[in-house]
């Protein structure tokens, strides 16, 4: 039976605190889908804008150029209005559409209005954007892996397909929003099934487990909420088969950084109870979980002027990982990635000891996708299969 699938989702940041304004923009989002159909929806966020938000043209089209492109109508209307704090739906569009294909969206407004419903990647090879400040302009792709490739607003894409495929929400920190493994592991995945899988991205640059984001700094303030608060809202909206969750290093790092969350350093009982209380919310919803252990993690030289502190994340980030590795739940990831002196192997490194490269991201990917497959997703379309 021919239904409405999430086929592609990139949750949108909380930018109000660091909002954009242009006088005109032209924006294209590259996503990749991994189901088939002959219609789609788009969805465009406005959760977090100060205004409604008004996109004169939004146009769809299989090639980045939009040689030959077909126009989006909202409510039978080609301009698309989102209300302030919504979120807004398109009318069904037809295009013939193949899993593995990647497909293009242009939005265009030429008022002034202030964005702040942010998306990003950094790994370019399934989503990619780029938006020039003219109303008339077409955006050029740049594929890389180092820098931040950014838009607004367009954070889902619907497939009407008789496909049931398994949702894979994975979440957590800025791990999850770069791409670096998420993008990995949706390409593997994405390549040995077909119509069966489809991998959304709602991770957020500093996100924690326990706090919401602190708000002594604007920059801060964009980090969100905790795991714990959006995770409830985020399972019963997407109901995925498996969440990867990434999360932790936020919490040790910006007590060390935040004058607010200086007050709100934890300790591992703390941790402990929190990753108890995100696997009571998953397994309420069905959703089964695999959890990362923390990245090793080093700030350069004078960033932190607390020494006793650093000294005591960096070891309660030892403790924590012992904790995580107990669990059944757990992917022991740090020790596919660090050294012996328990810091980021160069090899892997994105250059700042924090993040990971595409290569780091890779090694990560694989032994998720061995674990996806042995733990969860082979049983479930076996079960698909023969119930």
Not at 12 to 27: K, Q, V
Not at 50 to 71: A, P, R, T, W, Y
Not at 192 to 204: A, D, F, L, S, Y
Not at 346 to 375: C, S, V, W
Request: proline share 3%.
């Amino acid at each position: 039976m021919l239904e409405w699938k999430l086929g592609w989702y990139h949750s949108c940041d909380d930018y109000r605190a660091l909002p954009f304004t242009f006088t005109e923009i032209t924006e294209v989002i590259q996503a990749t889908v991994n189901l088939s159909g002959d219609q789609l929806r788009l969805g465009l966020s406005n959760q977090y804008g100060v205004s409604e938000l008004v996109f004169q043209k939004v146009e769809i089209s299989l090639d980045e150029k939009f040689h030959v492109k077909q126009s989006i109508t909202f409510n039978g209307m080609t301009q698309a209005r989102i209300a302030k704090g919504t979120t807004l739906k398109s009318d069904p569009a037809y295009l013939k559409i193949k899993a593995g294909m990647q497909l293009y969206v242009k939005l265009s407004s030429n008022v002034t209005q202030t964005y702040a419903d942010f998306c990003c990647t950094y790994d370019t090879t399934l989503t990619n954007a780029s938006f020039v400040r003219s109303y008339v302009g077409m955006p050029h792709f740049y594929h890389s892996m180092n820098a931040r490739r950014g838009w607004f607003c367009l954070n889902e894409i619907d497939i009407l397909t008789d496909s049931e495929p398994v949702l894979i929400n994975v979440t957590g920190d800025s791990l999850v929003e770069m791409g670096q493994i998420s993008t990995s592991l949706t390409e593997a995945l994405y390549y040995m099934n077909p119509e069966k899988i489809v991998v959304v991205n709602t991770g957020v640059s500093g996100e924690r487990l326990l706090a919401n984001a602190p708000t002594d700094e604007p920059i801060y303030r964009t980090f969100g909420q905790s795991l714990l608060q959006k995770a409830p809202v985020e399972v019963r909206k997407l109901q995925p088969t498996l969440t990867i969750a990434f999360v932790g290093a936020n919490d040790l790092l910006l007590p060390l950084l935040s004058e607010e969350a200086k007050k709100q350093i934890i300790t591992l009982e703390q941790f402990q109870q929190g990753i108890e209380h995100l696997k009571r919310i998953m397994a309420e919803h069905d959703s089964h979980l695999i959890l990362g252990t923390i990245l090793p993690f080093r700030l350069g030289h004078g960033s932190v002027p607390h020494t006793q502190m650093y000294a005591d994340a960096m070891a309660r980030r030892l403790e924590i990982n012992c904790y995580l590795r107990s669990l059944p739940e757990t992917l022991d990831c740090s020790c596919l990635v660090e050294d012996t002196t328990q810091e980021l192997k160069t090899l892997y490194d994105f250059g700042d000891h924090i993040h990971l490269n595409k290569r780091g991201g890779q090694k990560i990917a694989m032994a998720l996708r061995n674990t996806i497959e042995k733990k969860v997703v082979l049983k479930r379309l076996h079960d698909k299969k023969y119930n």
